[in-house]
């Protein structure tokens, strides 16, 4: 979704062809610096209309539906422990609209197409790895969500929270030769445009406000950060009236 998700390759990869990534920001960050953090210390209003303390932790979820979440910022961000359940395992919140969407759905790799059912863990040892979490105070990681079982190599991802935006990184350990991965997403009381420049804006259905966008797919190394790869794009396509299949 992606949604909010850079990939990035740990090990200096060279020829890395398929990635993707997206940020999740609100309207009025987005028209400032919607990719530069801000303070920890900044507020915000509060749904009593009162300013509140912006704090990233990511804490025990009060909605039955998720096991953890962040509703102390700008946004709401719901994470289930389980990336292969029956439901999405990551809400995003902004007001009443939502975006709720599933980590990975499918990927190719090396010609190879991976569906949903292919990835879910059949093995014990498998299924304790890929429900297993790494939890920070601000970042919740799924690890091993993707593994080739004939060689060491496998893709975490990540998602960290700040003040600005919902980061997801896809992280390899090392060079796949992964052409496509897709995502599913589910949308409440907002609806998206795309952008020429590959950016998809959300907005809310009655009044049309921006509330938060993915910005254009983007490639980097893990230990080069700076230099950047934008050959990349988004595929949408509908499954049902408030169901897509996003595809970098």
Known sequence: MGIALWV??????????????????????????PFQPTPATITFQGE?????????TIVSSAD???????????FKTYFSTDAFGNTDNIKYQVGDAAL?????????????????????PITDEEETIKKGKKLTK??????????????????????SIN????????????????QEISQEFTLENCYFEEEESGQINFYRKETKELLFFIP??????????????YGLHYEINQISPDRYQLTK
């Open 8 to 33: 990035v390759v740990e090990n200096g990869a060279v020829g890395f062809e398929t990635a993707s990534v997206a940020d999740l920001a609100t309207a009025s960050q987005a028209q400032s610096k």
């Open 48 to 56: 009593d209309g009162n300013p509140a303390l912006i704090d990233h």
């Open 64 to 74: 039955p539906d998720y096991d953890w979440m962040n509703e102390t910022n700008h």
């Open 100 to 120: 709720t969407f599933r980590t990975l759905q499918s990927l190719k790799v090396g010609g190879k197409d991976i569906g949903f059912d292919d990835l879910i």
């Open 138 to 159: 601000t970042k919740f990681s799924y690890p091993k969500i993707y593994q080739d079982k004939t060689k060491d190599i496998y893709l975490d991802a990540e998602y």
């Open 163 to 178: 003040s600005e935006r919902l980061l997801e990184e896809l992280v390899l350990n090392e060079y796949q030769d992964i």
């Open 216 to 229: 254009e797919p983007v490639m980097y190394e893990k230990e080069n950060a700076e230099e950047k790869n």
